[in-house]
C-alpha cells in the first residue's frame, strides 16, 4: 500500500509517527548537555504563552466638561478577559499658561468579572505641592 491508498487520516497519523519519529531521533543523538537547553528552551516557551497578557483599549471618553475616561481589559493568550482597569482623570480649569493640569487622577482595578479589587486616588496641587493620596 502506498501513500496514495491512505485516508487522510492514514496520512496525518503517518506523517505524525514520521515527525516524531525524526525529532526522537535528534534528541537521542544530542549530547545531554545540548538537550537539557533544548529542554529548558522549550520549558521558556511554555511558560512565555502561559504568561502572555496583552492590554486592550475598550473604552475612551473625553468628556466636555473636563473628564476623561479611559477602559481597558488584560486578557491572556486565548483571548479571555482576566481583568480589567478603569482610569479617571478630572482637570482644574485652563491656567493662564493654557495649561489644564491634572486635578484628580482615579484608577480602579477589576477582576475578569468587573469586581472592584482596588482603588487609587490622588489629588493633584497646581501650586507644585506633590500628590496626595485620597482614600
Known amino acids: 500500500m502506498g501513500l496514495f491508498d491512505l485516508t487522510q487520516n492514514q496520512l496525518v497519523k503517518a506523517t505524525q509517527v514520521q515527525i516524531l519519529t525524526k525529532i526522537n531521533d535528534k ?3 544530542m549530547p545531554e548537555r545540548r538537550l ?3 529542554v529548558w528552551y522549550l520549558r521558556d516557551l511554555i511558560v512565555e504563552d502561559l504568561n502572555y497578557q496583552e492590554e486592550v483599549l475598550v473604552e475612551s471618553i473625553d468628556c ?3 473628564q476623561v475616561l479611559r477602559v ?6 486565548m483571548g ?3 481583568g480589567k482597569e478603569r482610569q479617571e482623570w478630572t482637570y482644574y480649569p485652563p491656567q493662564p499658561d493654557g495649561k489644564c493640569p491634572v486635578d484628580v ?3 480602579t482595578i477589576m477582576d475578569q468579572n468587573g469586581n472592584v479589587i482596588s482603588v487609587s486616588k490622588l489629588k493633584y496641587f497646581i501650586d507644585g505641592r506633590q ?3 485620597l482614600t
Open 131 to 133: 500628590p496626595q493620596v
Open 72 to 77: 481597558k481589559e488584560t486578557r491572556d493568550l
Open 64 to 66: 466636555p466638561n473636563g
Open 80 to 82: 479571555n478577559v482576566i
Open 105 to 107: 487622577y482615579i484608577k
Open 27 to 29: 534528541l537521542n543523538a
Open 36 to 38: 537539557k537547553e533544548f
